[in-house]
């Protein structure tokens, strides 16, 4: 059996997370504000390191694989700390990681990002390449200042959408350029992305009213159903498991086909010439 940090642990995708790792028979550190063992605020630098060092002692400085789940949607009013909390979080604490997860010899590190990154119309370039740079008290002002672009209408009842939809994108393509790096791809450790699309969580209810009926939610639910915490559970499970060996760098839609059917002819893209 091994040991698994998740962050998020006590709601959620989080938390359904790590009970299906803990009847696995696993030992799970579970991170988060509050009801875990690790107890940390990952929207700051200070966090993320506490968060780090616990885990670290922990685990005795081996890890079998990180889930970072946690994160905070667009009903959050402030977009700076949206973007510290989704994409410098997890990105700080999956760097401070990586050497544990090397020493397991086979470590295994998922995110959770987001289907809005592809399907919702605000995301922030610039605050894309501030945010894959490091530069964190830019991205931040830069998130504050691009808020105003976001029309009125949308802010009401989603005042971060832009923030949430820019920082889910720019963790999934720092899951696409940090996958292949000899530190990560040659040391064995392997990092891969789960994008949820509408799913029942305590976050998604607190951020929409919407969360009752899939055919008039905002985007198409092909399935015309919303997803559970399970079911991104399984396929977190599933990118941590010893025997998932040769699959890194990928971002996989769990979003009931949500994607799909915004966007059917982008994927696959062909290389240019």
């Known amino acids: 059996m091994g040991t698994y940090a998740v962050t998020g642990s006590a709601s959620g995708m989080g938390a359904a997370s790590a009970d299906l790792l803990a009847e696995a028979g696993h030992t799970v550190i579970g991170v988060d504000l509050r009801d875990a063992r690790v107890t940390a605020d990952l929207g700051t630098a200070e966090g993320r390191s506490a968060?780090?060092?616990?885990?670290?002692?922990?685990?005795?400085?081996?890890?079998?694989?990180?889930?970072a789940v946690a994160g905070v949607g667009s009903s959050m009013k402030d977009p700076a700390a949206v973007v510290s909390i989704?994409?410098?979080?997890?990105?700080?604490?999956?760097?401070?990681?990586?050497?544990?997860?090397?020493?397991?010899?086979?470590?295994?590190?998922?995110?959770?990002?987001?289907?809005?990154?592809?399907t919702v119309p605000f995301v922030d370039e610039r605050l894309v390449d501030l945010a894959l740079g490091g530069d964190e008290d830019a991205a931040r002002q830069r998130a504050r200042d691009a808020q105003e672009a976001v029309p009125?209408?949308?802010?009401?009842?989603?005042?971060?959408?832009?923030?949430?939809?820019?920082?889910?994108?720019?963790?999934?393509?720092?899951?696409?350029?940090?996958?292949?790096?000899?530190e990560w791809a040659r040391e064995g450790v392997?990092?891969?992305?789960?994008?949820?699309?509408?799913?029942?969580?305590?976050?998604?209810?607190?951020?929409?009213?919407?969360?009752?009926?899939?055919?008039?939610?905002?985007t198409p639910m092909p399935l015309g159903v919303f997803g559970e915490p399970e079911d991104i559970a399984f396929w977190v499970y599933q990118f941590l498991r010893p025997e998932a060996r040769f699959t890194t760098g990928?971002?996989?839609?769990?979003?009931?086909?949500?994607?799909?059917?915004?966007?059917?002819?982008?994927?696959?893209?062909?290389m240019g010439s």
């Open 86 to 118: 989704n994409h410098f979080g997890p990105v700080a604490l999956l760097e401070g990681l990586r050497p544990a997860l090397a020493r397991s010899g086979a470590g295994r590190a998922v995110v959770v990002g987001s289907n809005s990154a592809t």
């Open 250 to 270: 990928s971002v996989l839609y769990v979003d009931g086909g949500t994607d799909a059917a915004m966007r059917p002819d982008d994927l696959p893209t062909a």
């Open 190 to 218: 392997l990092l891969n992305a789960v994008a949820p699309g509408a799913v029942l969580t305590p976050l998604m209810r607190e951020s929409t009213s919407q969360a009752s009926d899939p055919d008039s939610f905002p």
């Open 152 to 182: 009125a209408r949308v802010r009401d009842y989603s005042p971060s959408i832009g923030a949430y939809a820019t920082s889910k994108f720019a963790l999934a393509r720092w899951v696409r350029r940090t996958a292949v790096t000899p």
């Open 51 to 67: 968060a780090v060092e616990q885990i670290l002692e922990a685990c005795g400085g081996t890890l079998d694989g990180v889930a």
